[in-house]
């Protein structure tokens, strides 16, 4: 597991409370904020987005998105900030399998409290064991990480 620096920590911790200011969540009332840190180190935030229809996008899927829109695919690190003091937010199942598509298992999971204070650190690992993920698929020569074979020209 790599962890972050007290710096990165800072800034992620920052851009994470500041995208879950800007949640849209009217109503659950519960905003969460998510910054992710990729391999090249740019910062990627996100936050849920509610709709009267009860399907939500959520602030790890928001930021998972960013990420991919601009062309990068491996996580690094994670901040969360939930909306309260009592208790700490940690992604949800869904996010779980999605963060797995792009991380490893060993992905440091940052839980801050309400304030932006320190929380506590969980892997991936810990919070999704005996995960599926990309190396599952490519055993069967699917995927992103599956080796793929030139297909061979036909003969006209």
Known sequence: MSRLSPLELKRMTRAATEARDNAYAPYSDHPVGAALMTKSG?????????NAHFNCTHAEASAISAMISAGERDIRAIVIVGPAMEYLCTPCGDCRQRLREFAKPDLPIYSM???GSFGHILTLEKLLPASFGPENLAEVGHGPLAKKTPKKKKKK
Do not use: L, P
């Not at 740019?42 to 509610?50: D, K, L, T």
């Open 42 to 50: 740019r910062v990627y935030a996100g936050c849920n987005v509610e």
């Open 113 to 115: 409290w309400k304030d």
